[in-house]
């Protein structure tokens, strides 16, 4: 293979990743909103796209800064990306705090509900 071969194959590959990583983050943000979260901070964004991609994620974010939307439009964004109708995904969490879950799980159920 010449250099020219390698060089157009090369820019193929970063066109259809680029394209590959767009309709990614399309999928997130369109889930977020659904869920009430008009926009998602960078640092959400690219934690959640890293997952659907496949890649292992340890996002460390302050308190308040909105972890739980990291995982909570996981399963509409999979949902989205598969074309079905919502509710056949689904996300695990495991966590020792009792009190966020049970906080967390009641509004995700109100806003997936109305």
């Known amino acids: 293979m010449g250099f020219l ?3 157009f194959l090369t820019r193929l590959v970063r066109k ?14 369109k889930a977020a909103e659904e ?3 008009p926009t ?3 640092e959400q964004l690219d934690a959640a796209i890293a997952f659907v991609e496949g890649r ?3 996002a460390i974010l ?3 800064f909105g972890k739980s939307l ?3 439009c996981l399963p509409a964004s999979f949902d989205r990306m598969l074309e079905q109708d ?6 695990v969490v495991v966590t020792p705090l009792l009190a966020i879950m049970k906080d967390q799980a009641s509004i995700y159920i109100i806003c997936l509900c109305a």
Request: hydrophobic share 35%; glycine share 8%; proline share 3%.
């Open 40 to 42: 998602m901070k960078m």
């Open 86 to 91: 919502q509710g056949y995904s689904i996300v």
């Open 16 to 29: 259809r990743f680029d394209e590959r990583r767009r309709f990614i983050s399309d999928c997130v943000t």
């Open 56 to 58: 292992d994620v340890f």
């Open 62 to 64: 302050p308190t308040g």
């Open 5 to 7: 071969e390698i060089y």
């Open 70 to 72: 990291c995982y909570a």
């Open 35 to 37: 869920l009430g979260y």
